[in-house]
């Protein structure tokens, strides 16, 4: 059974940080593409950032309105993957969603970040 759970989430103040975490089980955490994608009210659900496979160089790709502020990491020995978020904003509040793809595509439950001072 493919499990991706996430957690780090919560209430920060406009420029502050949090780092989000996906732990993964299930599935062979090293081919996996890895992503985290988040969902506003009223809005369609977007990609953030992505990381590739290690196998294929563990490429990095950011939403042009988080380039510069967050970080997607993965740890393959620890199944888990990151997203760094710093200089929060509040248009960065949604809930955030991790992802895996080979194909096929798995999601997380979601974590809920909130950016208000």
């Known amino acids: 059974q493919v499990q991706l759970v996430e957690s780090g989430g919560g209430l920060v103040q406009p420029g502050g940080s949090l780092r989000l975490s996906c732990a993964v089980s299930?599935?062979?955490?090293?081919?996996?593409?890895m992503s985290w994608y988040r969902q506003a009210p009223g809005k369609q659900r977007e990609v953030v950032a992505q990381i590739g496979n290690t196998n294929k160089g563990g490429e990095t790709v950011y939403a042009d309105s988080v380039k510069g502020r967050f970080t997607i990491s993965r740890d393959d020995a620890k199944m888990t993957h990151y997203l760094q978020m710093n200089n929060l904003k509040p248009e960065d509040t949604a809930v955030y969603y991790c992802?895996?793809?080979?194909?096929?595509?798995?999601w997380g439950q979601g974590t809920q970040v909130t950016v208000s001072s």
């Open positions: 299930g599935l062979t955490f090293r081919i996996y593409t």
């Open positions: 992802s895996a793809i080979n194909p096929p595509r798995y």
